[in-house]
């Protein structure tokens, strides 16, 4: 079993800034790809940004600029770093791994609880 468990959740002001963390922990081989997507209500989850083991990185367009997304390839372990938090960054927040394990060559995609971004004055 592999699960993910994020913190660093919380509120902020506008203008603010929030660094959310994410554990990777279990039958792990090695992690592809790693991400950070955000939910608002029932509708559906979007990508916030991604990372590879490589580090190359993929961000959506609404955060360039703001967030920074990193990992620790050792620790097994994902971050994203938001800053010139807006209202409309308040969410839900997930993170997500594609995890390659014991179970054989296909990586399999976990994704953690999720973590509430509240951005108000």
């Known amino acids: 079993q592999v699960q993910l468990v994020e913190s660093g959740g919380g509120l902020v002001q506008p203008g603010g800034s929030l660094r959310l963390s994410c554990a990777a922990s279990?039958?792990?081989?090695?992690?592809?790809?790693m991400g950070w997507y955000r939910q608002v209500s029932e509708k559906q989850r979007d990508l916030v940004a991604t990372?590879?083991?490589?580090?190359?990185?993929n961000y959506a367009d609404s955060v360039k600029g703001r967030f920074t997304i990193s990992r620790d390839n050792a620790k097994n372990t994902v971050d994203l770093q938001m800053n010139s938090l807006k209202y409309e960054d308040t969410a839900v927040y997930y993170c997500?791994?594609?995890?390659?394990?014991?179970?054989?060559?296909?990586?399999?995609?976990?994704w953690g609880q999720g973590t509430q971004v509240t951005v108000s004055s």
């Open positions: 997500n791994a594609g995890v390659k394990g014991g179970w054989g060559p296909i990586p399999r995609n976990y």
């Open positions: 279990g039958s792990i081989l090695s992690i592809e790809a």
């Open positions: 990372i590879t083991s490589s580090g190359s990185t």
